[in-house]
């Protein structure tokens, strides 16, 4: 029974052909703190991430804690420029960047993770900065159908602000998959559509359920939404499953499309659901 190893490390030259830097190899993991002067610029299997924990010892690895660096599970590959992991089939969105690269897949038409999970390793701030939902149009082929995991973390200060380029508005737009396990708090949607077009969905989590997709155990916090039609915070229109979901402190907006004389679009709003089709469950 191996007792927790506490390892510091600082002004220190890795050369390695193999493996990563550091190895961690022990059911009990580790406490690494990896200071200033470190160089693994010549560790030839891996420059990017300081720690490995052997894949011997995998159901260890939240047990292993890196101050200073990033670690990897061993044979897992790594992408988009190390703000992505790959093991064993459940790719392992480590900060903004990797979300924003899983969200340009999806809208890319580059890989809807059909049968694949993807999950939050840390909580992710994005700023207020402009965002485009993942999945752009409930009737286009770019949606998400895998599994978005959030494992507790937390999404703070989400925008999305547009008038044109797609009809479902949100963190995700048009969601075919499952959406599960995270917390939004802090968000402002706002999307007006103008002219003839209509909105298909407007919400914080999912602009559009579509295709039965899903939302387990979402919360959404300190939210304002406004769009014409099927407004909500956790999903606009919503032909799937909901349960598990809560919403605190919200305002939500509804305003007919006067100019196509959608005048009766405003009512379809609700704090879990702006529209339920048919054989949806909450």
């Not at 693994?40 to 991430?49: C, L, P």
């Not at 978005?148 to 009809?167: C, P, R």
């Not at 916090?221 to 606009?236: D, E, P, Q």
């Not at 605190?248 to 405003?266: C, F, Q, R």
Request: charged share 20%.
């Amino acid at each position: 029974t191996p007792e927790l190893v506490t390892l510091n490390v600082e002004n220190s030259k890795f050369t390695t052909q193999s493996k990563g830097a550091v190895l961690v190899s022990s059911k009990a993991g580790a406490a690494i703190n990896w200071g200033a002067g470190n160089d693994i610029s010549n560790v030839a299997k891996d420059n990017i991430y300081a720690v490995w924990v052997d894949e011997d010892w995998a159901d260890s690895y939240d047990l292993v804690t890196v101050e200073g660096a990033q670690k990897r599970m061993e044979n897992s590959e790594v992408l988009a420029e190390g703000n992505v992991l790959l093991t064993d089939g459940v790719y392992e969105i480590l900060n903004i960047d990797g979300l924003k690269w899983f969200r340009d897949q999806v809208n890319a038409g580059a890989n809807d993770f059909s049968g694949k999970t993807v999950v939050l390793t840390c909580d992710i701030n994005l700023n207020n900065e402009a965002w485009t939902p993942i999945g752009l149009d409930a009737d286009a082929a770019n949606k998400f159908k895998g599994t978005f995991d959030g494992q507790g973390h937390i999404i703070s200060n989400l925008k999305v602000q547009t008038e044109a380029g797609y009809t479902a508005a949100g963190l995700f737009g048009a969601l075919n998959g499952t959406a599960q396990n995270f917390t939004i708090d802090g968000a402002t949607i706002e999307h007006i559509s103008t002219g003839a077009a209509t909105d298909n969905g407007i919400a914080v989590v999912a602009g559009s359920l579509y295709d039965k997709g899903n939302v387990y155990g979402v919360t959404v916090k300190n939210a304002t939404v406004k769009g014409n039609r099927y407004v909500s915070a956790i999903a606009g229109y919503a032909y799937g499953n909901i349960k598990n979901c809560s919403v605190e402190n919200i305002t939500l907006v509804a305003t007919p499309d006067k100019e196509s004389g959608s005048y009766d679009n405003g009512d379809k709003v609700g704090a879990i659901a702006g529209y339920f089709a048919s054989e949806s469950i909450y």
